[in-house]
């Protein structure tokens, strides 16, 4: 079984950049795709951005492509989630999650697809 630990949040203003990272133990990292989910106060959970287990297929929400990028580093058993140009409307609870797929090109979109996740990270981006 995985842990997952969120950090790199913060208070920032519109424009702004932030890294935010997802460390892993307890498990075998390289088995699981990572997933970055994102919780606005009165808002459903929503996708953000998904790795695959090694890497290779990476897969976007519309609402963050091309500001947002996400890498992993399996040595260090860590997921990272580059955000810049940050807007008010990215403001949320941000969650990594792992999904143990059988297969390294797989990379679920969907919640509950996903197994284990972190208590999460507060992001506010004011304007």
């Known amino acids: 079984q995985v842990q997952l630990v969120e950090s790199g949040g913060g208070l920032v203003q519109a424009g702004d950049s932030l890294r935010l990272s997802c460390a892993a133990s307890?498990?075998?990292?390289?088995?699981?795709?990572i997933g970055w989910f994102r919780q606005a106060p009165g808002k459903e959970r929503e996708f953000v951005s998904t790795?695959?287990?090694?890497?290779?297929?990476?897969y976007y929400a519309n609402s963050v492509k091309g500001r947002f990028t996400i890498s992993r580093d399996n040595a260090k058993n860590t997921v990272y989630l580059q955000m810049s140009s940050l807007e008010p409307e990215d403001t949320a609870v941000y969650y990594c999650?792992?999904?143990?797929?059988?297969?390294?090109?797989?990379?679920?979109?969907?919640?509950?697809?996903?197994?284990?996740w972190g208590q999460g990270t507060q992001v506010t981006v004011s304007s």
């Open positions: 999650a792992a999904s143990q797929v059988s297969f390294p090109f797989i990379i679920p979109v969907d919640a509950t697809k996903y197994h284990y």
């Open positions: 307890g498990g075998t990292f390289s088995s699981y795709a």
């Open positions: 790795i695959s287990r090694s890497g290779g297929q990476i």
